[in-house]
């Protein structure tokens, strides 16, 4: 009984599970809405916008911008590793502040090539931030 739960439960799963493959485009955007250097709510805001490059179907090159409201605006560099289909490491470069963050997310599924994405990013001078988003995932 237990194991028939688990595979109708897996089968139920897979049908939800849209995976990108290599040479697929995946563009996207998000706002901070933590960061530990925000003092008070609303004082400012941090965006993001980025188009990966799936090199192979779990790695990625990134390139983006990220334009904040108090703060000189970063072209950003990196790349993503997918841990499995919904679960990702990253780490990118942002030209304009001199600065790295590498952070860890998960990729929601919510229409056939839409991802409902969630980030936490460790900035190296000292900060994090949680983002969240949306990505559109072109399949070549």
């Given at each position: ?48 916008f ?9 790695f ?10 108090e703060?000189?605006?970063s072209?950003?560099f ?21 600065d ?10 919510f229409?056939?090539n839409w ?16 983002r ?9």
């Amino acid at each position: 009984m237990m194991k028939r739960a688990l595979f109708i439960l897996l089968i139920g799963f897979t049908g939800t599970a849209f995976a990108q493959s290599s040479q697929d485009f995946m563009i996207g955007g998000g706002l901070d809405f933590l960061k530990t250097d925000n003092q008070e709510i609303l004082q400012k805001a941090q965006f993001g916008f980025e188009a990966n490059y799936f090199v192979i179907r779990k790695f990625t090159v990134t390139a983006g911008v990220e334009l904040w409201t108090e703060r000189e605006s970063s072209f950003v560099f990196g790349s993503r590793w997918y841990l499995a289909d919904k679960f990702f490491t990253r780490f990118r470069g942002l030209i304009g502040q001199n600065d790295f963050s590498i952070g860890a997310g998960g990729a929601i599924p919510f229409k056939r090539n839409w991802r409902f994405e969630l980030i936490g990013d460790f900035y190296f001078d000292k900060e994090f931030a949680v983002r969240t988003g949306v990505a559109y995932v072109i399949n070549n």
